[in-house]
């Protein structure tokens, strides 16, 4: 909340395919404020095609070696 942040964008590829876990974020995630879990692929994807989107955005990596897929892939 105190970054402003109106989405929190989590880029974890095992995380995105793990529903109990993708609920327990869903839960903490702070009222207002979207969550979206994406693999490395796709966040490359996406940051290609519109930086992630409009506004404030808190990105997670799952660790170092996640950042430098998600580097890769766009």
Same mark, same amino acid.
């Given at each position: *909340?105190?970054?402003?942040?109106?989405?929190? =964008?989590?880029? #974890?590829? !095992? $995380? *995105?395919?793990? /529903?109990? $876990?993708?609920?327990?974020?869903? %839960?903490?995630? /702070?009222?207002?404020?979207? +969550? !979206?879990? &994406?693999?490395?692929?796709?966040?490359?994807?996406?940051?290609? *095609? #519109?930086? $992630?989107? !409009?506004?404030?955005?808190?990105? +997670?990596?799952?660790? $170092? !070696? %996640?950042?430098? &897929?998600? =580097? #890769?892939?766009?």
């Amino acid at each position: *909340k105190q970054l402003g942040a109106k989405r929190v =964008y989590i880029i #974890d590829d !095992e $995380l *995105k395919n793990d /529903p109990f $876990l993708t609920s327990v974020f869903s %839960m903490a995630t /702070p009222q207002g404020t979207t +969550l !979206e879990i &994406a693999t490395a692929e796709e966040a490359g994807q996406s940051f290609q *095609k #519109d930086g $992630l989107g !409009e506004g404030v955005v808190f990105v +997670l990596f799952k660790n $170092l !070696e %996640m950042a430098r &897929a998600a =580097y #890769d892939a766009g």
